[in-house]
């Protein structure tokens, strides 16, 4: 039983070196100030120690030939309709990164499940019930408890509204 070091295991390992050198100099901070350093911290080493003894070690008996590509694409998902639906993933999560930018965590939250439900065309109640309670429980756990400054958005500050 051998022993495999492949080139991918080089940027396995240097994740872990950066992620171990967060949870190393966090150590040093308050509790309030570690305690998300650490979070991510801690997992991201747990699943990169895994990955990385993945990589390293020699595949077992029965799994079978790998063709060298990462994901295998089904027919749907490279049909026209298929690459439509992935272009608008990735228009729906620029447009949130957007969104956070122009006008704040607290206000694009709520308006991003709003445009989501509409859409989809989703039922009226369903429509107005998950923005409110989006709305609501973003500023309650984010901004009442755990006091998160997220900065307000460039349009808000430029119209001087915060």
């Known amino acids: 039983m051998g022993l ?8 396995t390992l240097c994740f872990i070196a950066l992620f171990a050198y967060v949870v190393i100099s966090s150590s040093e901070m308050p509790l309030q100030a570690k305690l998300y350093p650490w979070t991510i911290g801690i997992i991201a080493l747990v699943l990169l120690a895994y990955q990385l003894v993945r990589e390293i070690l020699p595949p077992a008996k029965t799994e079978t030939d790998q063709t060298g590509v990462d994901i295998d694409f089904s027919e749907e998902e490279s049909s026209k309709l ?14 949130f990164a957007l969104l956070l930018w122009l006008i ?4 694009a939250a709520p308006l991003m499940v709003l445009a989501y439900m509409l859409r989809h065309k989703e039922t009226l109640v369903m429509t107005i019930a998950l923005p409110v309670g989006t709305g609501v429980a973003t500023w309650y756990i984010f901004g009442h408890l755990l006091h998160l400054p997220f900065p307000p958005g460039v349009l808000l500050e430029w119209a001087g509204l915060v």
């Open 4 to 11: 495999r070091f492949q080139p991918r295991s080089l940027l």
């Open 82 to 95: 298929g690459k439509r639906r992935a272009l608008e993933l990735f228009a729906w999560m620029y447009g």
């Open 104 to 107: 704040g965590f607290y206000t």
